[in-house]
């Protein structure tokens, strides 16, 4: 299903790039929700002027004692939807006699959320802060061990490997080295030591890596964005859009290492295909 308003995942990804404090502002905005929706959220209420703030469904602001305006349009995000699986799927993997339908999850765009500004009524007072990200709580979380670094090339900040990943002690910017590292692993770049996915090409794969790095640092206000930028830049091109898959794996992947952090995790897969 097409997203509505020409929402792309390479789009948000693109801004979020190109718009210096763009992610931190959606994070601290709309962090209850995934990395990708505070994205579109953000980038929506941009384009349509409207100031980003609490977010929440018609239902849920009328339970809080507020209703939208009259002519407000829903912001438009990504949510799960379980649907049957079709016939010819069922055939090849039938349920067991008796059983339930085979469902799956896809992910679609639904227009249901209004920030703060389009509504009116009862003065909002619930304030909910946003959870500490704390990084041995994220590997722990992740499943993924950080082993000493023992490579002599001095080039080299970080490494991994399997699910292990090794900062050097002179990395100029450790903690952008370790989300690096971090997301080669969720990517699946690593699967095999000593060897990145054989399916992606090596600038690809250093751009979504280094992508995971830039959202992350930019969401948690910490040093190192600009050069993620520029190290993009120089590994795929500047102004050259990342594929709209790799677009989406960037985003779960950031969000993964996010919430693992904040003692949230989603299991700590390689990601296969993004959500």
Not at 175 to 194: D, S, Y
Not at 225 to 245: N, T
Request: with cysteine.
């Amino acid at each position: 299903m097409s997203p509505p308003l020409s929402i792309r995942w390479a789009d948000l990804l693109a801004d979020a790039v190109n718009r210096p404090g763009l992610i931190l502002e959606a994070y601290s905005r709309f962090h209850g929700y995934s990395l990708g929706n505070q994205a579109a959220a953000i980038f929506q209420c941009r384009i349509r002027d409207l100031a980003p703030g609490p977010i929440a469904t018609l239902q849920r602001w009328n339970e809080l004692g507020r209703r939208v305006k009259a002519g407000e349009k829903a912001l438009v995000l990504c949510m799960p939807v379980s649907v049957r699986v079709k016939e010819d799927e069922a055939i090849r993997r039938s349920a067991p006699e008796g059983g339930a339908p085979r469902m799956r999850t896809v992910f679609v765009w639904k227009a249901r959320w209004f920030v703060l500004g389009q509504t009116e009524g009862e003065p909002l007072t619930e304030s909910v802060g946003i959870p500490s990200w704390d990084e041995d709580r994220a590997l722990e979380s992740l499943s993924i061990r950080r082993v000493p670094f023992d490579l002599v090339d001095g080039n080299v900040q970080g490494v991994s490997h399997g699910r292990t990943v090794a900062v050097s002690p002179l990395a100029a910017l450790p903690a952008k080295t370790l989300l690096h590292e971090l997301a080669h692993v969720l990517l699946g770049h690593c699967a095999e030591r000593g060897a990145d996915r054989p399916d992606l090409p090596k600038s690809l794969v250093e751009a979504e890596a280094e992508a995971v790095a830039l959202l992350c640092l930019e969401a948690l206000g910490l040093p190192g964005a600009e050069y993620a930028r520029g190290y993009i830049q120089s590994w795929y091109g500047a102004g050259k859009a990342l594929p709209e898959h790799s677009a989406q794996r960037i985003f779960k992947a950031a969000d993964m290492i996010l919430r693992a952090g904040r003692g949230q995790a989603q299991p700590g897969e390689a990601l296969r295909s993004a959500a």
